[in-house]
């Protein structure tokens, strides 16, 4: 986890997809990608909602078990997706 500024505006970063997940979860706000390197990261607006879901995840708070997986499962899509296409595709071409 990470801080970054970019055009002037603070982001906060993660390579964590559950962590990433809980945030999306708590604040429904959606992360951009960032793909560095064969890694990929999820990048959201560093907000007060957003370190209170950091938080969350740091002190092992209680969430709700579906919408939670469903956030997971997104986002895991999504990177995998991601992971596809630095890779050449589904077919590896």
Known sequence: MKMDKRNGERE???ENL???SLILFQTNIQPKFQIENGWISFI???TGETLKAVELFN?????GVL??????KQLRSELLVRKN???????GK
Request: proline fraction near 4%; aromatic fraction near 14%; charge should be positive.
């Open 12 to 14: 906060f970063v993660t």
């Open 18 to 20: 559950y962590l990433a």
């Open 44 to 46: 959201f607006p560093r």
């Open 59 to 63: 002190n092992d708070g209680k969430v």
């Open 67 to 72: 919408k939670y997986g469903q956030a997971i």
């Open 85 to 91: 296409m630095i890779n050449g595709g589904l077919n």
